[in-house]
T-cell receptor, first 111, second 113 residues
Framework: KQEVTQIPAALSVPEGENLVLNCSFT??????LQWFRQDPGKGLTSLLL???SQREQTSGRLNASLDKSSGRSTLYIAASQPGDSATYLC??????????WGAGTKLIIKP | ETGVTQSPTHLIKTRGQQVTLRCSSQ?????VSWYQQALGQGPQFIFQ???????GRGNFPPRFSGLQFPNYSSELNVNALELDDSALYLC????????????FGEGSRLTVL
């Protein structure tokens, strides 16, 4: 059974720092992995989608990597800003086409 | 191109009542899925509709039901509301029923008293 874990559950860093959020999964047989951002009480915003054949995707200050063999994905945020404060979730599309979610990492960027 | 829109944004119901939540999918998207998100947790999959047919369901009882219309908009109906149904209900649309990128609406916050 596929399980997705995001550690740490919460992270607080000063503005301007580069940071990495982690997402690990137990079964490497996946179709893709998607990173989302969620502001408090709001819906989810899609950040990046990485197909199983890809190693990384980039959008602006965000870079997501995927290593299927080790069951890991990272979301790299460059030059963090207070507006980046949110909860970041990853979701894996497993071999049964089900979307399996992590519990998220709550990120706080201190001005 | 409009994104995914949901209504209402907030609502309050009492135990035993019924509720209908609505979702308009992103233009051109034929697949809609619904999720329940309790506070501080990740989304839980309720069900998915593709071209007006339910083609996937999570671990939710039959009192959670849905519809998808020819224009690909969708409804989530919950009967006999329970206190534990209080949550944020999220609708997502995608181009591909199997592996498509999901685009979410802002959600409907349901409180059951």
């Amino acid at each position: 059974k596929q399980e997705v874990t995001q550690i740490p559950a919460a992270l607080s860093v000063p503005e301007g720092e580069n940071l990495v959020l982690n997402c690990s999964f137990t079964d490497s047989a996946i179709y893709n992995l998607q990173w989302f951002r969620q502001d408090p009480g709001k819906g989810l915003t899609s950040l990046l989608l990485i197909q199983s054949s890809q190693r990384e995707q980039t959008s602006g200050r965000l870079n997501a990597s995927l290593d299927k063999s080790s069951g890991r994905s990272t979301l790299y945020i460059a030059a963090s800003q207070p507006g980046d404060s949110a909860t970041y979730l990853c979701a894996v599309r497993d071999s049964n086409y089900q979307l399996i979610w992590g519990a998220g990492t709550k990120l706080i960027i201190k001005p | 191109e409009t994104g995914v829109t949901q209504s209402p944004t907030h609502l309050i119901k009492t135990r035993g009542q019924q509720v209908t939540l609505r979702c308009s999918s992103q233009s051109g998207h034929n697949t809609v899925s619904w999720y329940q998100q309790a506070l501080g947790q990740g989304p839980q999959f309720i069900f998915q509709y593709y071209r007006e047919e339910e083609n996937g369901r999570g671990n939710f009882p039959p009192r959670f039901s849905g519809l998808q219309f020819p224009n690909y908009s969708s409804e989530l109906n919950v009967n006999a509301l329970e206190l534990d149904d209080s949550a944020l209900y999220l609708c997502a649309s995608s181009l591909d029923q199997y592996t498509g990128e999901l685009f979410f609406g802002e959600g409907s916050r349901l409180t059951v008293l």
